[in-house]
């Protein structure tokens, strides 16, 4: 019998609430027709990537020498990929970024998981909110950490402080935020923004060590509301940014994102250092040469977002007028509507009797909610609605 870790074996046989329901999809398409499967399952970009992404790789392979294509680069990424992407970062917030206060990495979750393990000792807190990306609980605990949920405030998302402040301890060593959010959607407001940050240089003060704040945004640039994104290092200067190229340029198998240290933030070069030396822990090498370089050529750009909005607008429209309750979701590309009974997988399985594909909210910290993924073609929301409509029914609205 091989001797495994009992741990890894638990992760690698675990089941994943959305990847368990976008299997189920797959395989009633094959039996009826993806046609009459309306999969609302996992986040993955319906909306093409730019044309600019296909233009750089062209030029790219024509132009670059084949060995630096595809090649190494430095561990922290290329230096002229990473400045370019810290002037586009000054262009957009009015900051003072170099490529020094980049480090380049395999997506959002290597950026992530490169946080977590830079700061991650025994017996250290990792505070989020409900509701929350489930592979959060997962990095944590890699890290050596505890993960801390704050339960959610259904009403609106943004943070519930009393409850936030009941949370917090000496054992606190950072906050993660998602921002715009999976699974809501919902957008944290400059209000809300500000009073964390008051919140935690209290606290910091109080407990006599840093608390830092991770800030995950690979929704970043997915926004609807007119009032812009606030930044969140503006607000608070102990706050590291994860980000990723896989929402905004449609690219999410290509893995390449960063994570952004501020010269602000306390202790900056041993923070920076200890990121440094996660990556090599954990055996990421560098990041995929060739898309270091797409995104730097590709800097500011996003796909169609005008699609995602048109999307949320047709189906929120849709389900509130059926008597569904959502909190209005002012980014990424999630509705995370209440569901017609309390217990949300129940509801996900009667929804598959219309090969409608939900995940229910259970797993990101969140009961009596589904997650709805809207970042398909249009007309799939529109041909799903009349199944959205029969549900409702079931339920006597």
Known sequence: MARLSDRMVGLGTARSEIREAFAFAQARAAIVGPENVDDFSIGNPSVPAPDSVADAIRQLVDEVDPVALHGYTPAQGAPDVRQTLADQLNACYGTSYTGDNLYLTVGAAAALCCCLS?????????????????????????????????????EDFQIDFAAFEAALNPNTKAVLINTPNNPTGVVYSQATIQKLAQVLEEKSREYGHTIYL???????????????????????????????????????????????VPSEVEDFGLVYAAIAGAGRALGYVCAPTLFQLVAAKCAGQTADISIYKRNRDILLDALREMGYTCAQPDGAFYLFPRTLEPDAKAFCERAKKYDLVLVPGDSFGCPGHVRISYCVPTEQIQRALVKFKKLAEEYGL
């Open 118 to 154: 830079a700061m991650g000792c025994q017996g250290d807190e990792f505070i989020t909110f409900a509701p929350y990306f489930p592979e959060y609980k997962v990095f944590v605990e890699s890290a050596g950490g505890k993960l801390v949920a704050v339960p959610a405030d259904i």
């Open 214 to 260: 991770i800030s995950d945004e690979p929704y970043r640039e997915i926004v609807y509301a007119q009032e812009p994104l606030p930044w969140v290092p503006s607000y608070y200067a102990n706050t590291l940014v994860c980000y990723s190229y896989s929402k905004s340029l449609s690219l999410p198998g290509q893995r390449i994102g960063y994570v952004l």
